[in-house]
């Protein structure tokens, strides 16, 4: 995998360094800073004690982690969150429990997102009368088929 230095800022000593769990994987893990107790459904803006310099030509993106969306309901109110390149402030995670009857208590340390570093570019946007033709055209919201039904015989 391509690599790029990402310099780090930690808040304090004690706040972790974002770190890939395992060799290919795409997302740094980020962690609160802070205990948190989050009711059914409440959601709270949380500090990852980590602050970081993102190079010209690269954004971050923080997703969730699926392993506690799956078994807590821990998500992202604005997933996937994006850290752009110069932004020097502290990343923070707008943590939300998605679960409708159970609380979640996250300690500090606790990792609880990941930060996915991509290259991206800058549109020029070009305004036109016609926009070029394409098959998909203006299909969208389920024209190709496959979409979930509210019906109990499942998708169509
Ligand atoms: O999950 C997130 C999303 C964003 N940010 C920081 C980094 C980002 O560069 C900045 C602005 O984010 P965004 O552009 O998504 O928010 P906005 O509501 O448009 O705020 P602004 O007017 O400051 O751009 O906030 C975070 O710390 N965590
Ligand atoms: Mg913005």
Redesign the pocket.
């Given at each position: 995998m391509p690599e790029v230095d990402v310099p780090v800022r930690l808040t304090t000593p004690e706040d972790a360094v974002p770190a890939y769990a395992l060799p290919g994987d795409a997302g740094a893990d980020l962690a609160v800073a802070e205990d948190v107790v989050l009711a059914p459904l409440q959601r709270a803006l949380v500090g990852?004690g980590v602050a970081v310099a993102i190079p010209e030509g690269y954004a971050?993106f923080?997703h969730p982690r699926s392993g506690l969306a799956h078994r807590l309901g821990l998500s992202?109110v604005?997933a996937?969150?994006?850290?752009?390149a110069?932004?020097r402030?502290?990343?923070?995670?707008?943590l939300v429990n998605l679960d409708p009857s159970t609380p979640l208590t996250l300690r500090r340390g606790d990792r609880v997102a990941q930060l996915v570093v991509q290259p991206v570019v800058r549109a020029r946007f070009v305004p036109v009368q016609q926009l070029p033709e394409s098959r998909r055209g203006a299909g969208g919201h389920g024209s190709t088929g496959g979409h979930a039904s509210a019906s109990p015989k499942g998708v169509g």
């Open positions: 990852t971050g923080v992202l604005n996937p969150g994006t850290i752009d110069g932004y402030g502290e990343i923070k995670v707008n």
